[in-house]
Nanobody, 118 residues
Framework: QVQLVESGGGLVQAGGSLRLSCAAS????????MAWFRQTPGKEREFVAA????????TYADSVKGRFTISRDNGKNTVNLQMNSLKPEDTAVYYC???????????WGQGTQVTVSS
């Protein structure tokens, strides 16, 4: 069982930046693909970004490419999402997830709210 706890959400003006962090309780953190998803009311959860266990491979949703950067620190069992040039449409609850591939996530955090005002 892996527990994930997100932090760093908040309110920011359009064009601003936020950095989300996710702390994991896994003893073998580096074996997990880590990802960020987001969800707004009435919509399905949307993929944002993912990173391989070694940190050598990343993938992003087209909507955030060039603005968001995912990174991880396997020594600290954390994964981060640096969000720049934020837009009102980035407003959502952001979730951290852990899995064994880019196609399947086994564990989810509780989410952290990000609100971007125009």
């Amino acid at each position: 069982q892996v527990q994930l706890v997100e932090s760093g959400g908040g309110l920011v003006q359009a064009g601003g930046s936020l950095r989300l962090s996710c702390a994991a309780s896994a003893h073998t953190f580096s074996i997990y693909v880590m990802a960020w998803f987001r969800q707004t009311p009435g919509k399905e959860r949307e993929f944002v970004a993912a990173i391989t266990g070694s940190g050598g491979g990343m993938t992003y949703a087209d909507s955030v490419k060039g603005r968001f950067t995912i990174s991880r620190d396997n020594g600290k069992n954390t994964v981060n999402l640096q969000m720049n040039s934020l837009k009102p449409e980035d407003t959502a609850v952001y979730y951290c997830a852990a899995g064994i591939s880019f196609n399947g996530y086994l564990y989810w955090g509780q989410g952290t709210q990000v609100t971007v005002s125009s």
